[in-house]
Structure formats: structure tokens, C-alpha cells
């Protein structure tokens, strides 16, 4: 999707302000509500946007660790990752989960509330999930760069 001067203004302002209301949002990008409506539309149906929703902190939910989990299967046939990706997307603990190249088949990003959650985390959820046979695990220190998004650069987008 190619995307003009006023696009890039829009998701830019959504980025900031993801509750801005649509007349506000036009008035930002140069726009009528109509017109800033339309195109608001098409981002969201061509899935530029991918929703809207609230970011909430981890900490303040009481989950103060954030793991970094590695994983290898048994093996990468189709019906092993589709089995595995079907079990993972059921465990609550679990923020993002990618399908690697390398030497693990998927990256975990977890979060708990402490070394004894994780214990339990490893046990009910990690460690019986389908053609699991190894798992590394790395705790978080700090959180240095947690963006939501890429951001919005005219220069760069």
C-alpha cells in the first residue's frame, strides 16, 4: 500500500493519541471528518491499522518479571508447529511468540510475577506444550526500548 503526506500524518496522530476523535483527526491532518472518515476506513480494512486498545503495564497488573523463552521442537513439519502454535496461543503468561530461524524454533516473550510464577509457568504451561524438547529461558533486568509500534517517520516511511 503506498501511503501520501496525510496517511503518514494520520498514523502518526493515531500513534500518539489512539482515542482521538475522528473531527479532531481531520482538523490535525488538513481534512474534512468525511474525507478523514473514508481514508481512516481503508487503513483499517487493508490492515494498516490493526485495532485500537489500552496498553497496561505489566507491573501495575502485578506480573514483575518478563522472560525471553527459547524453544526447540522435535522437529518442523507442518503438523508439529501447527500443533505447538495452537497450544502456545492458550497460555495467558505469553506476550508474543515468533517462529525463528536459527538454532531455536520459537522465541517467547512471558511475563510473570516472580521466580516462583515462572516456576509454575515452566511446569503446567512451557514444559507440556506439543514436541517441546528443549527451553532456555533469560530474565529481563529493565526494560530499556518497549515501543508498541514503529514509529511514524516521514523521512523513513
Not at 522435535?74 to 502456545?88: C, D, I
Not at 508474543?96 to 521466580?115: F, I, P, Q, T
Amino acid at each position: 500500500m503506498e501511503f501520501d503526506a496525510i496517511d503518514r500524518a494520520m498514523l502518526k496522530r493515531l500513534q500518539e493519541e489512539g482515542r482521538i476523535s475522528n473531527a479532531n483527526l481531520a482538523e490535525a491532518v488538513g481534512l474534512s471528518p468525511s474525507a478523514c472518515s473514508r481514508r481512516l476506513d481503508l487503513l483499517e480494512k487493508s490492515g494498516v491499522i490493526r485495532g485500537y486498545h489500552a496498553r497496561l503495564s505489566d507491573k501495575a497488573l502485578g506480573y514483575g518479571m518478563t522472560a525471553i523463552v527459547h524453544i526447540s521442537l522435535s522437529g518442523q513439519f507442518a503438523r508439529t508447529l501447527s500443533e505447538f502454535e495452537k497450544a502456545v496461543k492458550l497460555c495467558p503468561n505469553v506476550l508474543s511468540c515468533y517462529l525463528m530461524s536459527g538454532e531455536y524454533d520459537y522465541v517467547l516473550r512471558v511475563a510473570v510475577k516472580d521466580l516462583q510464577d515462572y516456576e509454575r509457568l515452566h511446569r503446567d504451561w512451557l514444559s507440556a506444550l506439543p514436541h517441546v524438547v528443549r527451553i532456555n529461558s533469560s530474565f529481563a533486568l529493565r526494560d530499556v526500548i518497549d515501543r508498541p509500534n514503529i514509529g511514524i517517520d516521514a523521512e523513513h516511511f
